[in-house]
């Protein structure tokens, strides 16, 4: 509610004009976590794409927002218009290649550099590492080092034991290891070293199953309720776990997301009380509910479609590219926007076709 309503009084007179930093993802009007998310999702599949690796730390803040000291007092000056938004000056290390990424008081910074050795990189890191630890200390800002997170992306179609390369040095932050990790939760989603999201597909599928027990009893084959309510309910609390931030990882491997399609298969079942034998197309037509990988093509389509004529610059070139071909190895957020429709996809369009016609 606080956010909200700081968007809607106080954002739009700091938008705009260089009050809030393109980095700051938040506290701002259209802008939202799975655009910041996106921002270093694409990064990285770029890096795949030129054979570059990517480095990526996530920093544990605690309260930036509560821990401005509170028995102190501000030099007088004068104001030429607005007060300065607190974090704003946050360090930005543009000039190096490092990129920062801010969301409220989730920081990260991310960098890969093509035909450079991982050290180069780890260099360039630290030293902007070392640059925000200063800012940190200078506003009071509690960092967990050992809470923080540091990812090595690189691109492999098998999983690799190995977490980092071998003999990489570990980057510190105020004189302590941040730890190399194999995947992290970043606003909301999953990411793993390979950007296979399956790490995120598995962990969305438990919550949507944990989700789906507790509703049992008025989404069941004995419900009372109406397939509308039934639907409604599966939808606001079931699907919305499954489809958060779906631009993100929409272009993940068929077979991972098909996961979380047997989930809707299985609500449709028991939602209409069907026998066995009923196809799963027609249980999806009669409920008016579109596959889970249709609802993410088109959820696909509105993001970029906002993305590619947004305010922030930073977002607009992060989607401003050709995807890969289809059959190319490497694929990107945007390949599923031309993905042809999966089976199941196609025979619910067929049937609602069917009924078009007739109507």
């Known amino acids: 509610m606080l956010v909200k309503s700081f968007n809607t009084r106080k954002a739009p007179g700091l938008d705009g004009k260089g009050l809030i930093v393109d980095e700051q993802f938040s506290f701002r009007p259209a802008h939202s976590c799975p655009q910041q998310v ?61 990129q920062l990424a801010l969301f409220a008081d989730d920081t990260a910074l991310f960098y890969g550099s093509r035909n450079r050795s991982t050290r180069f990189t780890l260099l360039l890191l630290q030293g902007a590492i070392d640059e925000l630890g200063q ?49 992290y939760k970043y606003l909301g989603v999953t990411l793993d070293k390979n950007l296979h999201f399956r790490d995120h597909i598995e962990r969305v599928r438990n919550t949507a199953l944990f989700y789906k027990a507790r509703l049992g009893a008025m989404l ?88 590619g004529s947004h305010s922030n610059a930073l977002l607009r070139a992060a989607v401003d590219y050709q995807p890969p071909h289809p059959t190319h190895l490497i694929r990107r957020p945007r390949n599923v926007l031309t993905d042809p429709p999966d089976a199941l996809t196609a025979a619910v369009e067929s049937l609602n076709d069917v009924n078009d016609t007739h109507d």
């Open 38 to 98: 996106l921002r270093l999702v694409e990064y990285v599949s770029e890096g795949f794409e030129t054979e570059r690796s990517t480095v990526a730390v996530f920093f544990d803040v605690a309260k930036a927002f509560d821990s401005m000291a509170r028995r102190s007092s501000s030099r007088l000056h004068p104001l030429s218009s607005a007060v300065p938004a607190y974090t704003n000056d946050i360090p930005r290390p543009s000039p190096s290649g490092v």
């Open 135 to 183: 800012w940190f200390r200078k506003w009071r800002i509690e960092v967990s080092p050992d809470k923080s997170a540091a990812i090595q992306f690189k691109y492999g179609k098998i999983r690799s034991r190995l977490i980092v390369d071998k003999n990489t040095p570990n980057l510190k932050m105020l004189d302590a290891n941040i730890p190399w990790q194999r995947n």
């Open 220 to 307: 069941g084959r004995k419900s009372k309720l109406s397939r509308r309510n039934k639907r409604t309910m599966y939808k606001m609390c079931t699907k919305t776990v499954m489809t958060y931030a779906s631009p993100v990882f929409a272009h993940a491997a068929p077979k991972a997301l098909h996961r979380l399609q047997v989930i809707q298969n299985k609500f449709c079942r028991v939602a209409t009380d069907a026998h066995w034998c009923v196809r799963n197309s027609i249980l999806h037509r009669d409920l008016e509910l579109p596959t889970i990988s249709k609802y993410m093509k088109d959820a696909s389509k509105r993001f970029f479609d906002i993305a």
